[in-house]
């Protein structure tokens, strides 16, 4: 064994000091003392009666309160491991049926669009035919009141004619005037 200087430093105070100051200072280092050799060996039996009373009845107890408890920490976690697995679960159909929600969504707005543009083709179809029947009805009413007014031409250019001769010359010959105005027309 080596001797250091710190365990020399350490010990040279109690080598300083003679044996029998040693043992008073700490009287439970003398076991030279009766009384001490006897308070070790009761210590010694007191320690083993304890150990055995012990490890016979407090000991069981405590390792079966132990055994129960690690049971039921067990227990906890399986059934906090089933409930995380259901609320996984839950949570996946949940998202399932969400994503089934919003493209039963999409489809619906899909049929509704092409409604709409059905629906919006037949009363632009419609609204053309109605247009195009109207139109051919006023091009009709237009014909009819352009020949109207042309049948009537010969009268009204006739009429017209005798009131300016009759007005510039005094007296006016209705047949004359017909007669130029036909030939006029023709």
Not at 10 to 38: C, K, Y
């Amino acid at each position: 064994m080596r001797l250091t200087p710190r365990f020399l430093l350490s010990a040279a105070p109690l080598a300083a000091l003679p044996g029998r100051a040693v043992a008073e200072g700490m009287p439970q280092l003398h076991f030279g003392d009766p009384l001490l050799q006897g308070q070790v060996v009761w210590g010694a039996i007191i320690f083993i009666i304890f150990y055995v009373i012990l490890s016979r009845s407090a000991l069981p107890r405590v390792a079966s309160v132990l055994e129960k408890r690690q049971e039921r920490i067990q227990g906890d976690l399986a059934l906090a491991r089933k409930a995380k697995q259901a609320a996984d679960q839950a949570q996946h159909e949940l998202l399932e049926a969400r994503n089934d929600a919003a493209e039963r969504a999409r489809v619906d707005i899909q049929k509704i669009r092409d409604m709409a543009k059905a629906d919006a083709q037949s009363q632009t179809e419609a609204t053309a035919t109605r247009l195009e029947a109207e139109i051919r009805q006023a091009e009709k009413e237009i014909v009819a009141a352009r020949d109207n007014a042309l049948s009537h031409l010969s009268e009204i250019a006739s009429s017209t004619a005798t009131s300016l001769t009759e007005r510039l010359l005094g007296h006016a010959n209705d047949e004359m005037v017909s007669n130029a105005v036909e030939r006029a027309r023709g």
